[in-house]
Structure formats: C-alpha cells, structure tokens
C-alpha cells in the first residue's frame, strides 16, 4: 500500500513571495491534515479536513495560509505571503477514517520550506 | 495546551529498558505515539483510547491513567533502531485533533 505522498520535499522562498505545498493521502482514507513542525518541536496542527470538509482549522493563520481538499482525495496547502517565521516542515498525514473510529494518523515525508 | 514529556531526552545501552512519560493538564480522549527519526516523518507506534482500547505495534506496550490524565511508554529490550524522537499526541476534544508534546530524544548505544 503506497503511503502518504507530499511534494515538493524542499522549498525556499523569499519572504513576501508565495509558496504552495500538495498531498495525496493513502487510497481510501477520508480524514486529512496538514502540520507544521519547527525545528525542534512537535507538530502543530493547522487544518483538519473529513473528506472535502474542513473539521477545523482553528490553529490556521487565515491572513496568509490557505487550505482545500475539493473532491475529497488530495489537498494543497498555500502560504500568501510568507513570513521568515513561516520556515518549518509541513507535514501531511491521513487517517482512514475518523468518524468510524480509524484515528491511526500515517504521515508522508514532509515538504522542508526555508524562507530567506 | 502542549502535554509535557518527560524526559527530554536519555542515552541507553543496546537492551536496556526506558519509560517515556506523557502528561497532559486536561482529560484526555486518546493518546497517541509516535517515533521520528531525523529528517524523517513521524511513524505511528501506539494509540491508547479512553476506555482501554488499544491498537499498536506488538512490541510496543504502553499504559494510559485516564484520572491521572498521563500516559507511559514502555521500550524493553531496546535496538539501536530505537534511537529517534518520541513524540506523544493528545485528543483532549476528540475528533482526533492532536496536539504533541516537545519529545524525548532516545539514544541507543552498543
């Protein structure tokens, strides 16, 4: 089974400039979400989203990230602008599906993003 | 609020035991574990469900206090493929939204 696939892996941006971010989660699952994760820290959730849904996105600075999954399988995650604050890991990871009781979160490799 | 881990970080001889400890200022739906290696993503270990449910690795076991609001991880018998950053995730809403804790870094050594 083909796991969670993220690309780019690596990305570095001017600060101001825009950046986007794709993940396709593992065939099936339904329940998706996207992390940022600091150099020496835990992930951070951003966005959750249940099939095309969003389930929250509390912790999403709405000013300048953005976040859609429109048919329900892949997703793209967009900064407009970036911040020097913004250098992190972005993370995706996919669960089969939360609300049958699937809470198991598979993540991929990441996109590495250095804002200059 | 981010659960605390504790310790932030330990050195062990190939087969060795270590607890990794996880505690949270809130009631807890679920716990989750985690093992990140360097440059890597973080792989899931273990999943500790209000209730008692359980599902994970087989050689992974760990526990989880509801009243106490804590979890522990237990390593036994430690490889050096054990070496890596552990992370505990908590649902204190449900719904599955995790948040992690700073991690413990794990050193196995021959």
């Known amino acids: 089974e083909a796991g969670v696939a993220q690309s780019p892996r690596y990305k570095i941006i001017e600060k101001r400039q825009s950046v986007a971010f794709w993940c396709n989660p593992i065939?099936?699952?339904?329940?998706l979400y996207w992390y940022q994760q600091i150099l020496g820290q835990g992930p951070k959730l951003l966005i959750q989203?249940?099939?095309?849904?969003?389930?929250?996105d509390s912790q999403l600075p709405k000013d300048r990230f953005s976040a859609e999954r429109l048919k329900g399988v892949d997703s793209t995650l967009k900064i407009q602008p970036a911040k020097l604050e913004d250098s992190a890991v972005y993370l995706c990871?996919?669960?089969?599906?939360?609300?049958?009781?699937?809470?198991?979160?598979?993540f991929g490799p990441g996109t590495r993003l250095t804002v200059t | 609020q981010q659960p605390v881990q504790s310790p932030q970080a330990v050195i062990l001889r190939e087969g060795e035991d270590a607890v990794i400890n996880c505690s949270s200022s809130?009631?807890?739906?679920?716990v989750h574990w985690y093992r990140q290696k360097h440059g890597e993503a973080p792989v899931f270990l273990m999943i500790l469900l209000k209730g008692g449910e359980q599902k994970g690795h087989e050689k992974i076991s760990a526990s989880f206090n509801e009243k106490k609001q804590q979890s522990s991880l237990y390593l036994t018998a430690s490889q050096l493929s054990y070496s890596g950053t552990y992370f505990c995730g908590t649902d204190t809403g449900g719904g599955n939204k995790l948040t992690f804790g700073t991690g413990t870094q794990l050193k196995v050594e021959l």
């Open positions: 989203f249940q099939n095309n849904g969003v389930v929250d």
């Open positions: 990871a996919s669960s089969l599906d939360v609300v049958a009781g699937a809470y198991e979160q598979y």
């Open positions: 809130k009631a807890l739906y679920s």
């Open positions: 065939s099936g699952h339904a329940t």
